[in-house]
């Protein structure tokens, strides 16, 4: 069973945010994402005004993600793409699965929940008219 000090749960802006924080302190980071890519709701946000402040210039959604994700990277932070957390439990074993490593228990001394949140349609959520 892997054990890691930080498993970060989700790959959007807060994930990475919170595995390049962890990874700065010293902390061995592991950060897991379902899909296929990282970045999260940022790879929707076609509209420009993300990095003014981290960057001092405006990019779009999927231009931040990108220099985030090269952030991340030059950092060595482990990343499991295309990765299904099923459980989590109170002593901190994560249950997963993902087609490439099939169903595996991890460990970690600290969890972070960065799972944001997911536009649904109105059709979606059965709201008639």
Same mark, same amino acid.
């Given at each position: &069973?892997?054990?890691? /000090? +930080?498993? %970060?749960?989700?790959?959007?802006?807060?994930?990475?945010?919170?595995? !390049?924080?962890?990874?700065?302190?010293?902390?061995? %980071?592991?950060? !897991?994402? #379902?899909?296929?890519?990282?970045?999260?709701?940022?790879?929707?946000?076609?509209? /420009?005004?993300?990095?003014? +402040?981290?960057?001092?210039?405006?990019? @779009?959604?999927?231009?931040?993600?990108?220099?985030?994700?090269?952030?991340?990277? @030059?950092?060595?932070? #482990? +990343?499991?793409?295309?990765? &299904? %957390? =099923? /459980? %989590?439990?109170? /002593?901190?074993?994560?249950?997963?699965? @993902?087609?490439?490593?099939?169903?595996?228990? =991890?460990?970690?001394? @600290?969890?972070? =929940?960065? &799972?944001?949140?997911?536009?649904?349609? #109105?059709?979606?959520?059965?709201?008639?008219?």
């Amino acid at each position: &069973m892997l054990t890691v /000090d +930080v498993l %970060v749960i989700g790959g959007g802006p807060a994930g990475l945010a919170a595995a !390049i924080a962890a990874h700065q302190n010293g902390a061995q %980071v592991l950060l !897991i994402e #379902r899909e296929a890519r990282l970045g999260g709701i940022l790879k929707q946000c076609i509209h /420009d005004g993300f990095g003014l +402040v981290r960057y001092g210039e405006k990019l @779009s959604g999927p231009e931040y993600a990108g220099r985030c994700i090269e952030l991340l990277r @030059s950092t060595g932070v #482990r +990343v499991e793409l295309g990765t &299904m %957390v =099923l /459980d %989590v439990t109170p /002593d901190k074993k994560i249950h997963c699965v @993902s087609r490439e490593k099939g169903y595996q228990i =991890l460990e970690a001394r @600290s969890i972070i =929940l960065c &799972m944001g949140c997911r536009e649904r349609t #109105r059709g979606a959520i059965g709201i008639p008219g």
